[in-house]
């Protein structure tokens, strides 16, 4: 495989655009007892940038985002779009949690996002108790675009872009 070059300014809304190809996030959690707990969740995106989620306590997941531990959300590429399974393209986040809890008056603003992302079927779930609403805040991004092109977004935002390693893979 042949490495093509690379505008780095190119990067930043390259990624953005991957992101905004989604409308789930894979999120990685860990329990109390340090357990690691993958799932998934639609998402919203907030104006500060945050990610929106509602999750149900029914779900393993959601007492790990209570404790208020940092969390990974991934998005990636799909198996059958990918040029090669090896290197899929993935963009990963690292956040701090908070939760929204509905005596909030934040609380009515989330959930507009959420209806206004997936339309008023959001009307139904908010009357379901068991169900909270958490602000995911990006810390940091990394994007992988392929073999030797992984870049880091050491603010979460897509104006600072940063190579990872521009020597690319050592062969053996």
Same mark, same amino acid.
């Given at each position: 495989m042949s490495a093509v070059p690379i505008d780095i300014d190119e990067i930043g809304p390259e990624a953005e655009a991957f992101l905004y190809s989604f409308k789930t996030l894979h999120l990685a959690t860990s329990t109390a007892d340090g357990e690691a707990v993958a799932t998934y969740a639609p998402y919203a995106m907030d104006e500060d940038g945050s990610f929106i989620i509602y999750v149900s306590e029914l779900s393993a997941h959601t007492a790990n985002l209570q404790r208020g531990a940092p969390i990974c959300a991934l998005f990636i590429e799909a198996e059958q779009d990918a040029e090669h399974l090896f $290197?899929? /393209?993935? !963009?990963?986040?690292?956040?701090?949690?908070?939760?929204?809890?509905?005596?909030? *008056?934040?609380?009515d603003h989330v959930m507009s996002i959420m209806q206004e992302?997936?339309?008023?079927?959001?009307?139904?779930? /908010? /009357?379901?108790?068991?169900?909270? $609403?958490?602000? !995911?805040? *990006?810390t940091r991004a990394n994007y992988v675009r392929g073999f030797a092109q992984a870049?880091?977004? *050491?603010?979460a935002k897509f104006t600072n872009v940063r190579h990872i390693n521009d020597k690319g893979h050592k062969g053996g």
């Open positions: $290197a899929r /393209k993935r !963009l990963t986040y690292h956040c701090n949690v908070e939760e929204v809890s509905r005596d909030q *008056p934040k609380f992302r997936f339309g008023d079927f959001i009307d139904y779930m /908010k /009357k379901m108790k068991d169900f909270h $609403a958490f602000k !995911l805040h *990006p870049y880091e977004f *050491p603010d």
